[in-house]
């Protein structure tokens, strides 16, 4: 069985640049996750989908992040206008249920920000 | 809400040694608890998961959890660690298997060392 997938791998971009990471899930896993996991730090999750449809975004920095998974499969994450303080590693997770359910992770893209 | 303390930011040991990794949650109900390692560069794999039933758990690379109501605590337990258990260790909370709205919520992690 693939695990979870992400790409790129790292990325280095300026401020005030965008970026975009792609995720694609265990096949057959419903619910999607994208987390932010700054250096030092536990992860701290940015936006669930359950399908295609958002579950929870209740910490995505909505004035700069955006997030889709449109055929609820697959999803994207962007950023516009990348901060400083946006270098983290992004990672992805998927889970075939929803709830405290264990949840599968892809390796991450290391993003930093200059 | 609940949330989930790890006490250690570092822990070193010789390789051959016991070890123990420290997790301190806060939920008024019964948790569902997790161990997740993280390699260098890697995501995050689960060790091991405490659900219901035995309150001692046993994972993968021979990793056992202990959860304990009465400290609220979940420390993860190898009796002898190897150089290549070096890694970042985050135990985790959740609060429902049912409410589509749950989420884990993690810890900051203990940074695990081994000497040769």
């Known amino acids: 069985e693939a695990g979870v997938a992400q790409s790129p791998r790292y990325k280095i971009i300026e401020k005030r640049q965008s970026v975009a990471f792609w995720c694609n899930p265990i096949?057959?896993?419903?619910?999607l996750y994208w987390y932010q996991q700054i250096l030092g730090q536990g992860p701290k999750l940015l936006i669930q989908f359950q399908n295609n449809g958002v579950v929870d975004d209740s910490q995505l920095p909505k004035d700069r992040f955006s997030a889709e998974r449109l055929k609820g499969v697959d999803s994207t994450l962007k950023i516009q206008p990348a901060k400083l303080e946006d270098s983290a590693v992004y990672l992805c997770?998927?889970?075939?249920?929803?709830?405290?359910?264990?949840?599968?992770f892809g390796p991450g893209t290391r993003l930093t920000v200059t | 809400a609940q949330s989930v303390t790890q006490p250690d930011i570092h822990i070193t040991v010789s390789e051959g040694a016991s070890l123990e990794l420290r997790c301190n949650y806060s939920?008024?109900?019964?948790?569902?608890l997790f161990w997740y390692v993280q390699s260098p560069g890697q995501g995050l794999q689960l060790l091991l998961k405490y659900f219901s039933g035995d309150t001692l758990v046993q994972g993968i690379k021979g990793f056992e959890a202990e959860f304990k109501r009465s400290q609220s605590s979940f420390n993860l337990r190898k009796p002898s660690v190897h150089w290549s258990d070096a890694a970042e260790y985050f135990c985790?909370?959740?609060?429902?298997?049912?409410?589509?709205?749950?989420?884990?919520?993690f810890g900051k992690g203990t940074r695990l060392h081994i000497l040769p």
């Open positions: 997770a998927s889970s075939s249920r929803q709830g405290a359910h264990e949840q599968y």
């Open positions: 096949s057959g896993h419903a619910t």
């Open positions: 939920y008024g109900a019964t948790p569902y």
């Open positions: 985790a909370v959740g609060a429902s298997l049912l409410n589509r709205d749950d989420k884990i919520i």
